[in-house]
């Protein structure tokens, strides 16, 4: 487990597709604030959400805003602070995308999203999935002079083990404990 912290920071940004006034509501619920405090969020100044969280309870509160539909930014704890780039506090409504209840991975946490943002779409119901291209065909072996045996049968005798001769050892003896086995007296 990794033991590094994060601050989770947030400065007004919402995700695409959602509603102000709808993220607002949502981020009054989740964190329970009254109306003056939420809109004290959306004045486009970080605000650090959660300060020194560890890794577990950053990704849960990324998640919960992510389902609440507001983007907040993670840091490192001692991490260099990046210079915020100028942008508005609010996505407008006519650059929003349909919000159809996809879901998307925030770490290892599912959760409700705008859907995958890669260069994939998804098909229309009972289109033609085929890109019009087949695999070839795999090279079937020629397998006719094979056979196979009845189940239970031994497919192979086993040749028996010569039998190992046993060394006579009767001219050997056991010196007693302590005697000088070098031969010099």
């Known amino acids: 487990m990794t033991d590094k912290r994060f601050h989770i ?13 709808a993220v607002r509501e949502n981020l009054g619920r989740l964190f329970r604030m009254d109306a003056a ?14 300060r020194d969280a560890d890794q577990a309870t950053m990704m849960k509160f990324r998640a919960a805003m992510k389902q609440a ?27 929003a995308a349909p919000r159809g209840g996809e879901l998307e991975t925030v770490g290892t946490i599912r959760t409700g999203g ?38 239970g049968t031994d497919l192979e005798e086993l040749p028996r083990a010569a039998a190992v001769p046993v060394p006579d050892l009767s001219h050997l003896s056991v010196a007693p404990a302590g005697a000088d086995l070098s031969g010099d007296d």
């Open 69 to 95: 539909g507001a983007l907040c930014e993670v840091e490192e704890v001692g991490a260099p602070v990046p210079p915020a780039p100028p942008q508005a506090a609010e996505v407008p409504p006519a650059a």
């Open 114 to 151: 705008t859907g995958f943002s890669g260069p994939f779409d998804v098909a229309a119901a009972g289109s033609e999935l085929s890109s019009g291209t087949t695999a070839p065909s795999a090279v079937v072996p020629d397998i006719s002079h094979l056979s196979m045996a009845p189940a």
């Open 37 to 50: 405090r939420v809109e004290a969020l959306f004045s486009g100044q970080r605000v650090v959400i959660k």
């Open 9 to 21: 920071i947030f400065q007004g940004r919402i995700d695409q597709g959602a509603s102000p006034e």
